[in-house]
């Protein structure tokens, strides 16, 4: 499967931006959709991932109650919402398709490998 990300770009400290990622095909079931980030000098971490077939959601610590990740199977999409947008939220991020061990946490910390990747889209929160 080919995944797209998209929606990236330049928005101010509390300001709100949502990403999609665009899948060639979604009959993925039993995978889940992860979204990723990589900032200058830093390691890759996730972020947020989401079952495909059950809808279970999964957000880091860093990221929750800010934003929130969506699907919408019949578009082959998902989204995630960012709200109140801060500077370290800076970043490439990437969206990524895995199958689902019922275990999102790892998923998203990168215990179970992620089969397919989309190219990433920049973040960037001005302070």
């Known amino acids: 499967v080919q995944l797209q990300a998209s929606g990236g770009g330049l928005v101010q400290t509390g300001g709100s931006l949502r990403l999609s990622c665009t899948a060639s095909?979604?009959?993925?079931?039993?995978?889940?959709i992860g979204w990723f980030r990589q900032a200058p000098g830093k390691e890759r971490e996730g972020v947020s991932c989401?079952?495909?077939?059950?809808?279970?959601?999964y957000y880091s610590e860093a990221v929750q109650g800010r934003f929130t990740i969506s699907r919408d199977n019949a578009e082959n999409t998902v989204y995630l919402q960012m709200n109140s947008l801060k500077p370290e939220d800076t970043a490439v991020y990437y969206c990524?398709?895995?199958?689902?061990?019922?275990?999102?946490?790892?998923?998203?910390?990168?215990?179970?490998?992620?089969?397919?990747w989309g190219k990433g889209t920049q973040v960037t929160v001005s302070s």
């Open positions: 990524a398709a895995g199958l689902d061990y019922s275990d999102l946490k790892s998923s998203c910390h990168g215990v179970y490998g992620m089969d397919s």
């Open positions: 095909a979604f009959t993925l079931y039993y995978h889940v």
């Open positions: 989401i079952s495909l077939t059950f809808g279970r959601t």
